[in-house]
């Protein structure tokens, strides 16, 4: 089943601009993640902020996390066209071990040059 | 960093053969393995673990006599699709926790079943 639900399903912008996902899940997390997919290839992991932080910074990516409101969001900054590609969020439950990372919807991204 | 490799990277199929996906951890130890499958243009969806040693646990609604998960050894794990029908054509990835936070994907197997 789904744990996430992520808005917008599609986004387009022109390249230079913000790109702005949220990703909305439903139960307790140990961690977020977020990856991204290039169309038809393999997951590329991204970034993992876990359920204690806040907000986490990697290079033009911004990732933020609200555990009171079950949700996240993933911030590119200053877009290329090289980012067009779909952004999935996944969560990781809180119950120990190795756990079973759920996806979210997906974000299709088009970075426009 | 750590490696998740798959094999084949693509198959096509005739209706009603069987195909064996193979899903490895090429330097760490993966007692633990997991399965999923896209559909065109959607997320993925977790079909099955894979333990190594004991019988895989499937996800509701995934039938375990269709898709035979084996776990041969602490860096292999196969996926089994049985009497392949042209609606198990989709996108299979594999990927092995190496630690509790650290996960790794396979590049993923495209099946078309004809």
């Known amino acids: 089943s789904q744990q996430g639900e992520e808005d917008p399903q599609a986004l387009s912008i022109q390249e230079g601009e913000n790109a702005t996902m949220n990703c909305s899940y439903k139960?307790?997390?140990?961690?977020l993640q977020w990856y991204r997919q290039n169309s038809g290839r393999g997951l590329v992991h991204l970034i993992l902020?876990?359920?204690?932080?806040r907000e986490k910074h990697s290079g033009r990516l911004r990732v933020t996390l609200d555990t009171s409101k079950k949700s996240s969001s993933l911030l590119i900054t200053a877009s290329r066209a090289a980012d067009t590609a779909s952004y999935f969020c996944a969560t990781v439950p809180n119950s120990g071990g190795y756990q079973k990372v759920t996806f979210g919807t997906g974000t299709k991204l088009q970075v426009i040059p | 960093g750590a490696v998740v490799s798959q094999h084949p990277s693509r198959v096509i199929c005739k209706s009603g053969t069987s195909v064996k996906i193979e899903c490895r951890s090429l330097d760490f130890q993966a007692t633990t393995m997991f399965w999923y499958r896209q559909f065109p243009k959607q997320s993925l969806m977790l079909m099955a673990t894979?333990?190594?040693?004991?019988?895989?646990?499937?996800e509701q609604g995934v039938e375990k006599d269709k898709f035979l998960i084996n776990h041969a050894s602490l860096t292999l794990s196969t996926l089994t699709v049985t009497s392949a029908h042209p609606e198990d054509s989709s996108f299979y990835i594999c990927?092995?926790?190496?630690?509790?936070?650290?996960?790794?994907f396979g590049p993923g197997t495209r099946l078309t079943v004809l």
């Open positions: 139960t307790s997390i140990n961690n």
């Open positions: 990927s092995a926790p190496e630690d509790t936070d650290t996960q790794y």
């Open positions: 902020i876990r359920s204690n932080e």
């Open positions: 894979s333990n190594e040693g004991s019988k895989a646990t499937y």
